[in-house]
Every structure is written in structure tokens, then in C-alpha cells.
């Protein structure tokens, strides 16, 4: 049978691999080498599992969303990722990385980040293991992300600013890469999403495979089996899909929905929609899909959402794509406003921006009365109140 899991070598298909420069090598290989020993080790297990639980908050809810599913005439439920410590999933793969890190004997922590989520999960860590951090962060989102700067910093991270190119995300990668490769031993670098070269995708795959375990017995309890008809998840660099999706790959029952940003329009030339628009391509090491100039160089992104702007897709999701294993959705700014407007006053729940963009498919798609649909509720609006207030002038 296909598997649409990675490979020993970190391939999901021909998407993946490590394309790394030879100075980076020794630390990847590291890492490699031992990452699944280490989560496999009892010790490692019950320490993670002890944070999930008493940290994050774990489990998160699986609710069954009445009045969206009496509106759209199926089942609807949500998975409550929204109500973990720090508002969203990253966290899940920041407390992973760092009990990661620990075992390795590393002693420092970079990161880099966009819009600033990833960077406030890792300092969070950080601050609780008592761990040096230093987060990346372009001049401009740093001008941008005043609130989560402000964040990182109260929780003890140092926020270097990268001052190269576009003075966004892809120039923060490059500084903590170059940073990396300068601290080969003592330090570690903790990726935000799924992608980077092998182990990466596949390691930060696993800590949010959580999400779709407990959708598991959760359903069971709720619906008397174990396997929703639809996954759904919204995909920047695509970890918290891989984290929804992960039980349910190689179940060809369970159908997978990918919703990705289509920004002003996919043809507007301000989007980020990876898999309509991408083509096959290195970046941050790993072979998949990107959006990039006819030369080979990576296109600035744009969404409304923050955390979705990733110019390429995790090799995941890139093989879904390619082997038509999952559906995409291109969604744009204006649908995902007014999904996220529609599931406040029909749930009580505020989503983030970036969620919001994964409950704009009913107006897509039809499902039937009995389908079961799981939508994967990445993260809390609070961090967008600004954007919701500018855009619906609240
Ligand atoms: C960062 C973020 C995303 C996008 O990142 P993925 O790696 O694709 O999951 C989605 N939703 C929220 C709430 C986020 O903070």
C-alpha cells in the first residue's frame, strides 16, 4: 500500500530530501540521527505527554458545532486548538523541539519568525526550561508585530532583527541558519512548521500528530467510530494540517481538505497559494512546491493572515497535492473575513485569521447530511482583533 507518510531519507514522493550547504550538514545529521530513538524513549514520552497535559492543556475539546452544522446541513466539529497555553498549536511542537533540544545536551535555542507566533511559542518554552533564546525576526515584522516583539521580550527572548533583503521572514531564516552554523554544538534550532530539510518536516509532523490521536478516541466517544469522513485544516507551511491529517493519511475512508490563502485573488498577484501557484523548487532545504520568479527566485507572499503567508508548503502537503491524495481550496481575504465574522456569532468563538480562512469551504463545497467533517480550529482571534476592527470597521 502507498504511504503518504516520509521516508527514511525524509521523502513524502519526490517532494523533501535535506538540500543543505555542507556547513550545516553535522547538525542536521545530529539531529537525524537520534530524533526517533529520542521520542520514542519512555522518558521522553511521559514528559511530553506531562506538559501537553499540565502545560498546554491538553486534550483539547472536540465540539460538535450546532448551529454552524444546522447552517450547512452536516456535522460539524471543531478541534479546539484555540484553547491551548499561548492560543494556538505551534506550541505543541515548541514544547516537543525543546525536551528535544534537551536530550541532545544543547543548552541555546534559536528560532526564527514572521509574524511573531512562532517566536512567542518558542520563548514561552524557553522560559520554561530555563533556556538562552534568540529569535530572528525581520526589521519589518519586528515594525509590524509590536505586540508579540513586546511578548517575546517579557519572556526573556532576545529578538535580533534581520536587516538582508526583503526584512521579512525568509531573510529571519537565512540569519538563524548562518547563526546555526557558527553554534553547531551547543545550540539548537527549533523550526516553527513542517517544513526545512529531513528530519524537520517529519519531527515536527509527529509532535502535532497529537491533534489527530485525540481526534481519534474523541470521535469515538462522540459518533461511535474513530474516522471523520473530511479533515480540514488551513495551511501556511502546513504543521498544523500535518498534525490533523496524520492519523488518517494512509485511510483512504477519511477524505483530506487543504485550505490555503488565496489573498486578494490567486491571479491578483498578491496570494499565497502555494499549490495553484507554486512550482517545484528548493527552499530552506527542502525540495516542494514554491511561488517563484521564472529565474528561480522566491515571490514575496500576501495574505491578510500572518501566519499563512509562507511562500512555499511543507513536502507533505506538496505530495498531497501532487498525487491528488488531498482536495485544495484556494480561499481569499474577504471569504475568510466574513467566515470568521459568521463562526463568532454562530459559535461564541473568535478564530484566528488563519482559521478562519479553513470555515470560508462551506460556500465552496457541499457536504452530504451525514458527513462528518472535522475542522481543525488552529488558533484565537485575539492576536487579529486590529485586523477584524480595521476590516469591518467594528
Ligand atoms: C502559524 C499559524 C498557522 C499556519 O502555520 P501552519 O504551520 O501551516 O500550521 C495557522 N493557524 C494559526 C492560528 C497559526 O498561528
Known amino acids: ?39 520514542e524513549e519512555a522518558s521522553f514520552k511521559k514528559e511530553f505527554h506531562q506538559l501537553l497535559k499540565d502545560y498546554v492543556g491538553r486534550p483539547t475539546p472536540l465540539y460538535f458545532a450546532n448551529r454552524l452544522s444546522e447552517k450547512y446541513k452536516t456535522k460539524i466539529y471543531l478541534k479546539r486548538e484555540d484553547l491551548c497555553h499561548t492560543g494556538a498549536h505551534k506550541v505543541n511542537n ?13 543548552s541555546r535555542i534559536i528560532a526564527e519568525t514572521g509574524a511573531g507566533q512562532h517566536g512567542v511559542a518558542t520563548a514561552t518554552v524557553c ?7 534568540i529569535v530572528y525576526m525581520g526589521e519589518i515584522d519586528i515594525a509590524r508585530q509590536a505586540p508579540n516583539v513586546a511578548r517575546m521580550k517579557m519572556l526573556g527572548a532576545e529578538v535580533r ?13 537565512n ?17 516553527g512548521s513542517v517544513v526545512g530539510p529531513h528530519p524537520y518536516p517529519d519531527m515536527v509532523a509527529r509532535f502535532q500528530s497529537v491533534i489527530s490521536e485525540e481526534i481519534k478516541w474523541q470521535l469515538m466517544e462522540k459518533e461511535g467510530r474513530e474516522n471523520p469522513d473530511y479533515v480540514v485544516a488551513c495551511v501556511g507551511g502546513g504543521s498544523n494540517a500535518a498534525g490533523t491529517y ?4 494512509d485511510n483512504k475512508d477519511v477524505g483530506i481538505i487543504a485550505v490555503e490563502a488565496a489573498g486578494k485573488g490567486i491571479h491578483s498577484g498578491e496570494s499565497a497559494a502555494t499549490s495553484a501557484l507554486g512550482q517545484v523548487g528548493i527552499i530552506h532545504g527542502s525540495k516542494t512546491l514554491l511561488m517563484q520568479t521564472q529565474d528561480g527566485q522566491i515571490t514575496e507572499p500576501y495574505s491578510i493572515s500572518a501566519g499563512l503567508d509562507y511562500p512555499g508548503v511543507g513536502p507533505m502537503h506538496a505530495n498531497l497535492y501532487r498525487t491528488g491524495r488531498g482536495e485544495f481550496i484556494s480561499i481569499t481575504d474577504d471569504e475568510a473575513m466574513t467566515a470568521g ?11 484566528a485569521i488563519e482559521t478562519s480562512h479553513a470555515f470560508a469551504i462551506f460556500d465552496h463545497r457541499k457536504f452530504g ?22 476590516y469591518f470597521k467594528l
Request: charged share 20%; net charge negative.
Open 1 to 39: 500500500m502507498r504511504t503518504y507518510q516520509a521516508d527514511e531519507k525524509g521523502y513524502y514522493g519526490e517532494f523533501g530530501g535535506a538540500f543543505i550547504p555542507e556547513m550545516l550538514y553535522p547538525n542536521t545529521e545530529e539531529l537525524r540521527q537520534h530524533y526517533v530513538q529520542i521520542m
Open 94 to 106: 515548541t514544547i516537543g523541539q525543546i525536551l528535544m533540544a534537551k536530550k541532545l545536551g544543547k
Open 127 to 133: 522560559a520554561l526550561m530555563g533556556m538562552e533564546c
Open 161 to 173: 532583527p534581520a536587516l538582508s533583503g526583503s526584512r521579512t521572514l525568509k531573510d529571519a531564516t
Open 175 to 191: 540569519e538563524a541558519i548562518r547563526d546555526w552554523i557558527n553554534n553547531p554544538v551547543n545550540t539548537h534550532y527549533i523550526i
Open 246 to 249: 496524520y492519523h488518517f493519511l
Open 341 to 351: 465574522l459568521l463562526v463568532s456569532q454562530l459559535e461564541g468563538i473568535i478564530p
Open 369 to 390: 447530511p451525514d458527513d462528518v467533517v472535522v475542522i481543525n480550529l488552529s488558533g484565537r482571534g485575539d492576536k487579529d482583533l486590529q485586523t477584524y476592527i480595521d
